[in-house]
């Protein structure tokens, strides 16, 4: 018996028939047309036009979603943190997103201290170059801020590099004082430049982790505890007066308290341009976890940290709302032995961060059958908003002509339970274990290209392309 020939990874044009395409802003039974890694047009299913299209390869989307890949725009692949690195490099990270339905990353380049910004832009490139299944971005991690960084700021926005991590958490290592801050901004106020706020008062935080560990209280569900909510939206307030002081945009990442939320719903209502994100670790997970005995809740050790679940409704409230605009993940994945262990007995020790860049669509899918969020905001939040944010719109995040042929087919039927025996991200267990998930990503296609064939690996390290970004796009 002769096997059939395989598809061609990359032929000249491919259809896609017969799926639901589902965008941020309609969904419509249409089939899509792609030639040189480009849509080229979309036509109702059914319709001449699209019957009259042939090409090298048809993909089969009956029943299924067809979505624009996911934008995941707050990833730590080969992370340094509390001495260690994360547990994926660009290679495996990059592969576990594509198994996800996400496309595109944008990763956080870090300058370490006394050092400039383009050394550190040029490590992480060095990190990801060839290496990688799907396309990359860079944002820039500030550790230093001075005349020097504040020059380079102007030149990594033209190059495309057009966002910066500032942290009021973390002293001694990424912190910057409200100074330090305050100029940042004003220089992205003149530059384009998103100023991208780690929002907790460290200084404070540092004082109550000392309390703590003198009083013994030294497991996991401590980090939880000293990185008080108020902590959040203090830091959450200051970072938003401080913008409207320079006259600059704000994006504040990884918001997890209710308290926070209503400091950035508080500045929208009064029109600033202020912009939040949260990730599934706080829309799913909470202190519970954190809780989890044998010193198991290191494994839900991140910052902002997880909260008390009441805190979940408030943060899909703002995604209702558009309070909040994006979710990412913040990948920074450790492994469980001999990372997360490094804390056994000093809470303050254990690497800070979770794993997660495999599951983001699948559990905003997960929400949406839940009733949180349309099937619309779902593509909303997990796409389109993240590519318009950080400036790959239209490019990345949305199914139109002349957008990269980023493309998820999506079995929204599907049964799955997340598992560290399923998963492909490069870490010793899952954040999600046991979790069950209705819808599973197919087929993933990026620029044109298979890299997931009905649940097949077929991608490349090397594919994925640095991508240079424009400037915020949801300014005006
Ligand atoms: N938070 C984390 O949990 N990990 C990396 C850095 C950060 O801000
Ligand atoms: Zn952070
Ligand atoms: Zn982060």
């Not at 990503?441 to 392309?465: F, M, P």
Request: proline fraction near 5%.
């Amino acid at each position: 018996m002769s096997t059939p020939p395989a598809q061609p990874r990359s032929p000249g044009r491919t259809v896609i028939r017969g799926g639901l395409v589902i965008t941020a802003s309609d969904e419509m039974h249409a089939d899509l047309l792609i030639e040189q890694g480009k849509i080229v047009a979309l036509a109702a299913h059914g319709s001449d036009v699209a019957a009259g299209w042939s090409a090298e390869r048809e993909l089969d989307a009956t029943d299924k979603y067809v979505l624009p890949g996911g934008v995941d725009a707050h990833t730590h692949m080969d992370f340094p943190f509390g001495g260690t690195f994360s547990s994926d490099d660009f290679e495996t990270g990059t592969r576990a997103a594509a198994w996800g339905g996400t496309t595109t990353i944008v990763d956080f380049a870090v300058q370490s201290r006394g050092h400039a910004l383009r050394e550190g832009l040029d490590a992480w490139h060095a990190k990801a170059d060839a290496r990688c299944a799907i396309d990359y971005g860079f944002h820039m991690i500030l550790s230093d801020v001075n005349d020097g960084t504040l020059k380079e700021m102007d030149l990594l926005v033209e190059e495309g590099v057009s966002s910066f991590k500032l942290f009021m958490a973390y002293p001694g290592v990424f912190y910057s004082d409200d100074g330090r801050i305050l100029r940042a901004m004003q220089r992205s106020a003149g530059n384009g430049g998103l100023v991208m706020m780690h929002a907790e008062n460290g200084i404070a935080i540092d004082v109550l982790v000392e309390q703590a560990l003198e009083a013994g209280r030294s497991d996991p569900r401590y980090h939880g505890e000293v990185r008080r909510t108020l902590l959040e939206a203090e830091a959450t307030h200051r970072a938003i007066q401080l913008a409207r002081v320079a006259g600059a945009p704000l994006y504040v990442v990884h918001v997890s308290a209710e308290e926070a939320v209503a400091e950035l719903a508080g500045a929208r209502d009064k029109g600033l341009p202020v912009f939040g994100e949260t990730c599934p670790q706080y829309l799913f997970l909470s202190t519970d976890n954190l809780a989890e005995p044998d010193f198991e809740g290191a494994k839900y050790v991140c910052s902002t940290p997880l909260r008390p679940k009441e805190h979940q409704e408030s943060l899909w409230r703002g995604l209702r709302t558009n309070d909040l605009q994006v979710v990412s993940t913040d990948h920074c994945p450790f492994c469980f032995n001999g990372q997360k262990e490094l804390g056994r007995g000093d809470f303050s020790k254990i690497p800070n961060g979770m794993p997660g860049v495999e599951h983001r669509m699948d559990l905003l899918h997960q929400a949406v059958v839940e009733g949180h969020i349309t099937r619309r905001r779902w593509i909303e939040i997990a796409c389109a908003t993240p590519a318009r944010m950080f400036g790959l719109y239209p490019k990345k995040g949305t199914l139109a002509p002349g957008a990269d042929a980023d493309v998820v087919l999506y079995d929204p039927k599907a049964e799955q339970t997340l598992s560290v025996d399923t998963h492909h991200m490069n870490v010793d267990y899952s954040a999600y274990e046991g979790k069950r998930i209705t819808g599973r990503v197919d087929t993933v296609l990026s620029r044109g290209e298979l890299v997931l064939d009905g649940r097949q690996y077929v991608g490349r390290a090397g594919h994925g392309q640095y991508v240079p970004r424009g400037t915020c796009q949801l300014l005006d």
